[in-house]
Nanobody
Framework: QVQLVESGGGSVLAGGSLRLSCAASGLTPSSYCRGWFRQAPGKGREGVATIDRYGRATYADSVKGRFTISKDNAKNTLYLQMNSLRPEDTAMYYC?????????????????????WGQGTQVTVSS
C-alpha cells in the first residue's frame, strides 16, 4: 500500500524560505511521476511542480525560479525547496504520485490523474 506523508510546512514572512518533504512508502521511485500541488482557500487545486523518473522537472509559471523540486530515491523522499515566498503562495501543499512508468507528461495540469496523495501540509506566507 502506497503512503505519502508530507512535512515541513509552516508560517514565514514574505521573502522567506521553506523546504517541504514527502516521504513515500510502498512505491518504486522509477515507476512513478511525483508532484507537488497546492490549494488555497476558495480556489481549485493547482499544479506546482513535477519530477519524473529521470529527474526532469516541470514548474508552474508562478513558481519558476523560486521553487525547486527534487527527490532522493534512496530515501524515497520528494522535496520542494521554496525560496522568495510570497503571500500568494499561501496554501495547503500536497504531494502526489502517479503510476505512469515514471513519466510526467501533462502531469502538472492533471491532478485527477494521480493515484496517491498525501494529507497535506500548510504553508502560510505573511507580508
Amino acid at each position: 500500500q502506497v503512503q505519502l506523508v508530507e512535512s515541513g510546512g509552516g508560517s514565514v514572512l514574505a521573502g522567506g524560505s521553506l523546504r517541504l518533504s514527502c516521504a513515500a512508502s510502498g512505491l518504486t521511485p522509477s515507476s512513478y511521476c511525483r508532484g507537488w500541488f497546492r490549494q488555497a482557500p476558495g480556489k481549485g487545486r493547482e499544479g506546482v511542480a513535477t519530477i519524473d523518473r529521470y529527474g526532469r522537472a516541470t514548474y508552474a509559471d508562478s513558481v519558476k525560479g523560486r521553487f525547486t523540486i527534487s527527490k532522493d530515491n534512496a530515501k524515497n523522499t520528494l522535496y520542494l525547496q521554496m525560496n522568495s515566498l510570497r503571500p500568494e503562495d499561501t496554501a495547503m501543499y500536497y504531494c502526489a504520485a502517479r503510476r505512469d512508468g515514471g513519466y510526467c507528461y501533462g502531469g502538472l495540469s492533471a491532478s485527477e490523474s494521480y493515484n496517491y496523495w498525501g494529507q497535506g501540509t500548510q504553508v502560510t506566507v505573511s507580508s
